[in-house]
Structure formats: structure tokens, C-alpha cells
């Protein structure tokens, strides 16, 4: 164990290691909020969909049979009135009000990335793994210290190997890998992480 261990410690310390934990970390990086549009510009593309729209159902209509005919008429006799509302200045969906909600909720968005972008820096700085390191040696070992070995397995109507005791079913992956790894060496791994 003392030599896996010690290879181990070599490689985190190494460039190739550093390098792939610093992809990781590039990973783990929140995303940063989308700058909202303005309302010119959402109404701006409501208005070109809306047309193109129009525009597709129009050219399709002579297509449709004509029992269809006076449906589709109907909907682009709607979609021509929702065109003409979107220049409505009342209409509140485009008006300078929506701006300011628009960047409020943006600011609020961006105060949020900004708290996770430090926690993220807090938790995996650049070129430094050491503190992930430690952190996942440290739940090795919460997650290996109470490995019963002695506990009993017996085969289900599958034919599956399950604990007789079924609160050890509930485990985690890491307890069960450590009880298949026998004491000797999740003792042995202990005692390095412990180091």
C-alpha cells in the first residue's frame, strides 16, 4: 500500500496532474448569466417571427383544403392584430418598464454568479489541488470508518449477492468498494490518508 500510496502523492504533485485538475476546475466554474435584451431588441425579433410567420402561413394557405381555409385565414387575421400590437405604445410587454425589470433581475442574476465564482475560487484555486486533495482524503475517510468486514451477504431471488443486514444495502458506493477491498487494505489506505 505504502508504494501506491507514495506514487500517489508523487503524480498529484506532477505537471500532468496539475494541468487535468486545472481542466477540472475550469469544469466546475459557474456559468455566467446571459446579458438580458432590451425591449427594442426583444421586440424587435417578436415582430421579425411574427412575420415570418405570417409570411409561411400566407404562402401555404392555397395548400390547405378548403374546409381548413377560413382556420388558417382566422389565425393570420390574429397573428397581423398581435403585429400591429407589438407597436402599440401601451402594450407593457416592450415598454421601458420591462427594461428595468429586465435589468434588475440581471443585477440580481449577476450578484448570485459573483458569490458562486468566489466559493468556486475558495474551493478549487488555480494551479493548487492541494485543498481538493485533502477534502476527498477526508471523505475517504468519514465514508471508510465504520466498514463492518464480518458483515454477512447472501443471494437474492436473482441470484445477486445482498447484505443480510439491510441498512448496509442503504451505503454508499465508497463504503461497499471498501468492504470488498477487504480490511487489510482500507486499514492500510487509512492510515496513508491519515498521514
Known sequence: MQVIGDFVKEYSSSEDFIKKY??????????????PKTAAQ???EYKENLQKSIDESEKNISQIPAKSK?????GIKQMKEQLKQADDPNNTMF????????QDSYK????????????WEKEYPVNNPQGLIKTWLNNFLDQ??????NAKLA?????????VNQEYEYKNST???CYRSGKETVESARKFAQN
Open 95 to 102: 415598454s421601458h418598464d420591462m427594461d428595468k425589470i429586465m
Open 42 to 44: 426583444m421586440k424587435q
Open 155 to 163: 443471494g437474492d431471488k436473482n441470484g445477486r449477492k445482498k447484505f
Open 22 to 35: 486545472n481542466e477540472y476546475q475550469e469544469m466546475r466554474k459557474p456559468t455566467e448569466p446571459e446579458k
Open 144 to 149: 471508510s470508518k465504520d466498514v463492518d468486514f
Open 70 to 74: 377560413s382556420f388558417s385565414e382566422e
Open 175 to 177: 463504503w461497499k468498494l
Open 108 to 119: 440580481q442574476q449577476m450578484e448570485m454568479y459573483d458569490q458562486q465564482v468566489a466559493e
